[in-house]
């Protein structure tokens, strides 16, 4: 039997048809011809931007990373990072959403700066922004030239290294804006800490 | 070169390159619209679907062929995540919790894209690809298929047809969303963002700790959340995390990209009721806030108000290094403009006034420019209103484009703009109201009330943006916002369709000496300030009490 369908009734059928039309080639032909096309045109960037050292994968250029031991005390030969609301874990990106007037961000942005000094044996004055505030993304890769600057000294110290060849790694690692004004300055910690840990090798 | 010089230039380029397009964008999507050969494999399409692709709705089977659409796919979305731990390429994720995947199939069948959910911890990939992603395109032509129906309103005279949602839906997909997602997706292949099939990769970091790093068919889908002013995120972080938003120029890219289609739908109105000169007064008004708005929330984030922010010695809690504070601010700004809700930096660490400000944008209506389609039709019914205050001034009848609008008319559209805030400011006190919605704060004071303000609006505005800090994956709030991103979408589409099929039927009034212009400077000014009395008066006391409370 096949009693006519009513006006709304063929709405519906028309809309589950376009729906599943839809899904098809919205949903599973168009991602897959991006795929296809990715993974032609640019396969690293596609797989993302994974970095090696010693042949084996230890992150990707993209993703910042924790340096700190098993404490979470930050590791002094690497250049530290942003801090982070979620510690780095790539499985839970995301901010601290503490608000401007937020009595524990400002307790936390007094605690960091004070750390942030003492390990780099700077003023607390001189510990930049970025050092003291958390990421929105949690996995920032990034950190400003003037955080990069009072790690130097630091790193060089401990590695034995002369702190102008360190100050040069940095140079290496820091990009200015796109295009010269989109953007922000900024130092891949990642790479940065994956070529020192090259030049200790060397 | 000083941070506010750069970021003025970045805006300069925005500006220039969305000058450049809106033109042949805007031509081509008037074309789209108006011819009637079918593309063959659209045809395929109409076949498939079974519709009679010459034959036009009048406005209630319009209504009817949206809504039903709506409810095939809030229906659908929920069922895959329900059942995604039985699917393939759903990386062993588990079935979806049915309130928040309620609250996300609304989320995205309504172009909102609000997320309560974490996406790497919750979404497999084929949620992602055929569930989200696909509503992103057709959520946004949906959008468009209205704002053309109600374009026809004005452009047409003595006739009860708007035109057939089914062919302007397919058309917006096949001529518009689906080719500049193609490209988009493309070039933000080649900026960096991740486009592959994989689970994701655990890697033994330099520190000997163990990280995981996520894959997924994420520029694709990024690609189509900006250009349909969908917004909703692969990751939890949005166009924050770096695999969404590798680098400063791909995020300037994404800006471009969510405001390319609201901003050249004015030129495809202006051809369409043949005479472009009401399509450069719409964009003018557009243009205006917008600038306006991106100024103040620049300015605001520089200058870094607030006790936490003062301590940091810059507004970067809550914002990548890559981008900065200029570019983060640009992006808030056009993300709130339009219905898109993406972020690349984390609203509720804002300012309080820059903050406040992404707030405000919102309550415009996003109307300036606004989503794809519904900034257009928002905007026509703020046209109307003016007119009508206009009218009252001098005592004529008044008259948008030659068609009166007499008492019915503006009952709809007084309806229309109703709509909207009286779903925030009910949603809000609500929530304030009651224990289930005050557990959910993360701040204190009004930076609480600011972060359910927040909540409310972006849902009942179909933005999706959040004071995250609003624990809002609770069955409370999963509820609560899923029926104002419902309601908020669909009152004001059932309110513009039918104020669209009244003007249709109208006929054309003459233009005489005694017309008021609608395409000079006065008028712009006049819709401006009438869009900005509007939402103050609605909403400055709520307003009061949070962000002004907080920042002055």
């Known amino acids: ?202 | 070169m000083s941070a506010a010089a750069a970021g003025w230039l970045q805006v300069a380029l925005l500006v220039a390159a969305l000058v450049a397009v809106h033109r042949p964008l805007g031509d081509w999507m008037a074309r789209v619209f108006t011819t009637d050969r079918h593309w063959r494999v659209e045809q395929l399409v109409y076949r498939a679907v079974s519709v009679d692709a010459d034959s036009e709705q009048r406005w209630p089977v319009h209504l009817r062929s949206v809504l039903a659409f709506s409810v095939i796919g809030v229906l659908f979305l929920y069922l895959l995540q329900r059942v995604q731990l039985w699917l393939p390429l759903s990386n062993d994720m588990t079935a979806v919790e049915p309130g928040s995947a309620w609250n996300t199939a609304v989320s995205f069948v309504t172009n909102t894209n609000w997320q309560g959910y974490s996406g790497e911890s919750t979404m497999g990939h084929l949620v992602q690809m055929a569930g989200l992603a696909v509503q992103n395109f057709v959520s946004a032509a949906t959008g468009i298929a209205v704002a053309i129906a109600v374009v026809r309103g004005f452009a047409r005279t003595r006739t009860d047809r708007l035109g057939n949602f089914w062919v302007d839906l397919t058309r917006a997909v096949t001529r518009i969303l689906l080719p500049l997602s193609m490209i988009g997706a493309v070039v933000l292949v080649l900026g960096g963002v991740v486009q592959n099939l994989s689970s994701g990769t655990e890697v033994s970091t330099l520190a000997g700790a163990t990280q995981f790093l996520p894959g997924g068919p994420v520029a694709s889908q990024e690609a189509i959340k900006e250009i349909g002013t969908n917004g909703g995120g692969f990751y939890n972080a949005n166009s924050a995390h770096p695999f969404e938003g590798p680098t400063a120029w791909v995020s300037l890219f994404q800006v471009f990209l969510l405001l390319l289609i609201p901003f050249a739908l004015p030129r495809t109105f202006g051809r369409m009721v043949g005479d472009q000169r009401q399509g450069y007064a719409i964009l003018g008004v557009m243009a205006t806030l917008a600038t306006a708005s991106i100024t103040l929330v620049s300015w605001f984030e520089a200058r870094a108000g607030g006790t936490a922010t003062q301590l940091a010695g810059a507004a970067m809690e809550g914002k990548e290094v890559r981008y900065g504070e200029p570019l983060s601010a640009l992006f808030g700004a056009a993300t709130t403009l339009t219905s898109t809700g993406a972020v690349n930096s984390l609203h509720d660490s804002y300012t309080p006034l820059g903050g406040g400000v992404v707030l405000l944008n919102m309550m415009l209506g996003e109307v300036a420019p606004g989503g794809v389609g519904s900034g257009l039709y928002g905007m026509l019914v703020l046209a109307v209103v003016a007119v009508f205050v206009a009218g009252l001034m001098v005592g004529r009848t008044p008259e948008y484009l030659g068609k009166r609008l007499g008492r019915r008319e503006m009952t709809l559209a007084s309806l229309y703009l109703l709509a909207t805030p009286a779903l925030v400011l009910i949603g809000t006190a609500v929530a304030i109201a009651v224990p289930a919605g005050q557990a959910s704060l993360l701040n204190e004071g009004p930076h609480g009330l600011s972060e359910v303000l927040y909540a409310f609006t972006s849902a009942a505005n179909n933005n999706g943006s959040a004071f995250a800090g609003l624990s809002a994956n609770t069955p409370f709030f999963n509820v609560a916002l899923g029926l104002a991103v419902a309601f908020g979408r669909f009152l004001p589409i059932v309110l513009v369709l039918a104020l669209a099929g009244r003007l249709a039927a109208q006929g054309r009034t003459a233009v005489t000496a005694g017309t008021f212009p609608t395409h000079r400077p006065l008028f712009v000014g006049l819709l401006t300030a009438v869009t900005l009395v509007v939402v103050g008066l609605t909403f400055f006391p709520a307003l009061a009490l949070g962000p002004l409370a907080e920042g002055l």
């Open chain 1, 1 to 202: 039997m096949s009693a006519p369908l009513s006006r709304t009734g063929r709405q519906y059928v028309a809309a589950a048809r376009a729906l599943l039309l839809a899904t098809l080639v919205l949903g599973l032909v168009y991602p897959l011809a991006v795929t296809g096309l990715a993974q032609v045109l640019a396969p690293g960037q596609a797989d993302g931007s994974l970095v090696k050292a010693n042949g084996a994968v230890v992150g990707s250029s993209l993703i910042g990373q924790a340096y700190s031991d098993a404490d979470e005390d930050p590791l002094p030969q690497y250049f530290q990072p942003r801090p982070s609301a979620s510690e780095y874990d790539g499985t839970a990106s995301g901010g601290s959403n503490l608000g401007p007037n937020s009595p524990e961000l400002a307790a936390l942005v007094e605690e960091r700066r004070t750390a942030v000094a003492a390990l780099n044996r700077v003023d607390p004055a001189d510990v930049p922004p970025d050092a003291v505030t958390a990421s929105a993304s949690g996995l920032d890769p990034h950190i400003s030239p003037a955080y990069a600057a009072i790690q130097v000294d630091r790193v060089a110290a401990i590695r034995g290294l002369p702190a102008a060849e360190v100050a040069s790694l940095v140079a290496q690692y820091t990009s200015g804006r796109d295009l010269g004004f989109i953007g922000a300055p900024h130092v891949n910690v990642v790479q940065l800490n994956l070529a020192l840990d090259g030049l200790g090798e060397a």
